[in-house]
């Protein structure tokens, strides 16, 4: 078979994203106490509504896989914060986010101009309920999400308990359409290349994928697969049950409760921080 090679349709299968790198950072002006001003390190667009970035980490800045911090910029008046998952891993020394980006948000309209070297400011402190402490034990992991609510799902799937405590993890991912599911599988794909969860990684993580209005490999709400039993059989896994299997969900609003309402009718109990349990859930945006 003869192969023909067509650069200009490898590169619309893989479109060209921007990658900036920082370079010499000017000096930092002071703040209040419980915010630090930190330095965008790396931009990275995924669509015109969706976009990646780390920034530099304080050294006395400690999180848990999953947790969001509150980030922002200044304006005239005051600072201009908003919740955000952590997506890096606890140990990494820089901070990753998934953003979305809001035409006509307060900070995501601005926040998406940022470059290398810009300032972004970040609370001293993380929080968070989509933690491992507050999962009982079990055999399996899922990660449920829609939109940005996989980004705290990076993060847990870069962490190295994850895969002490879970002996599979399977992370769901949808989005309106194929483009939105690049950055999981980005993440995902580079996982057994991490030094600290690679080879766990290489053999335990599953990822399900899937679109709901434009083309892809597989189509439909996760809710509906799921509740249809179409998702397991896909992956060649066994449903859901209390007995082997805890559960994280990150999403809107009705998605979290879709997916709560699913979990519950199969005999799943709610955690939290303070009382551990079979499923958790977080929202990734407020609206
Ligand atoms: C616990 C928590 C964690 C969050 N983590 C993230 C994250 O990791 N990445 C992220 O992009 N956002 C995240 N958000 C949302 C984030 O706090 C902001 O709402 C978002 O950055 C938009 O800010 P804005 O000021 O531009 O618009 P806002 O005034 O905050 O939002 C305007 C409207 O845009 C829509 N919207 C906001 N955020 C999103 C989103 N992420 N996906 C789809 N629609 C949205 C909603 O309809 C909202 O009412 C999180 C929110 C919460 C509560
Ligand atoms: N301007 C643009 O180009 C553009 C593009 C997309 C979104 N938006 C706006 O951005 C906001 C967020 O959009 P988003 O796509 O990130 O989030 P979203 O509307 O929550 O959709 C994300 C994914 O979750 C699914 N979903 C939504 N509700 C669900 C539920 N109750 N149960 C199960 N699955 C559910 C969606 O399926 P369904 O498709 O079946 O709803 C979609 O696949 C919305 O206000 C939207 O209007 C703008």
Redesign the pocket.
């Known amino acids: 078979m003869t192969t023909l090679s067509f650069p200009f349709l490898r590169a619309m299968e893989k479109p060209k994203r921007s990658i900036n790198r920082m370079e010499t950072p000017p000096p930092l002006a002071q703040l209040p106490e419980n915010l630090s001003a930190e330095r965008v390190l790396e931009v990275q667009h995924y669509t015109?509504?969706l976009f990646g970035f780390t920034i530099t980490r304080p050294a006395s800045f400690r999180f848990r896989a999953g947790e969001f911090v509150m980030i922002g910029l200044r304006t005239a008046e005051r600072p201009l914060m908003r919740a955000y998952s952590i997506a890096s891993a606890p140990s990494a020394e820089a901070l990753e986010f998934y953003s979305?980006i809001?035409?006509d948000g307060p900070l995501t309209s601005r926040l998406c101009q940022i470059k290398p070297g810009d300032e972004v400011l970040m609370a001293r402190k993380a929080t968070g309920t989509l933690v491992l402490d507050a999962l009982t034990p079990a055999t399996r992991l899922f990660l449920v999400s829609?939109?940005?609510g996989f980004a705290p799902f990076a993060s847990i799937l870069r962490e190295p308990e994850t895969y002490a405590k879970f002996k599979q993890v399977i992370v769901t991912h949808?989005?309106?359409?194929a483009a939105?599911l690049r950055y999981s599988a980005d993440v995902v794909n580079a996982l057994p290349d991490d030094p600290l969860v690679g080879e766990a990684a290489a053999f335990h993580v599953m990822r399900y994928a899937?679109?709901?209005?434009g083309s892809c490999q597989r189509r439909g709400?996760?809710?509906?697969l799921m509740q249809s039993g179409k998702a397991f059989a896909d992956m060649g896994i066994a449903p859901l049950s209390p007995a082997h299997d805890r559960v994280m969900i990150c999403?809107?609003?009705?998605?979290?409760?879709?997916?709560q309402a699913l979990l519950m009718r199969a005999g799943f109990t709610e955690g939290s921080n303070a009382a551990p349990g079979e499923f958790l859930v977080e929202k990734?945006?407020v609206?």
Not at 174 to 177: E, G, I, N
Not at 221 to 224: A, G, K, L, M, V
Not at 251 to 259: A, E, K, Q, T, V
């Open positions: 015109n509504r979305i809001v035409p829609t939109g940005t949808t989005c309106r359409d939105e899937t679109c709901t209005r709400r996760i809710t509906d999403g809107s609003l009705g998605f979290n409760h879709n997916m990734a945006f609206g």
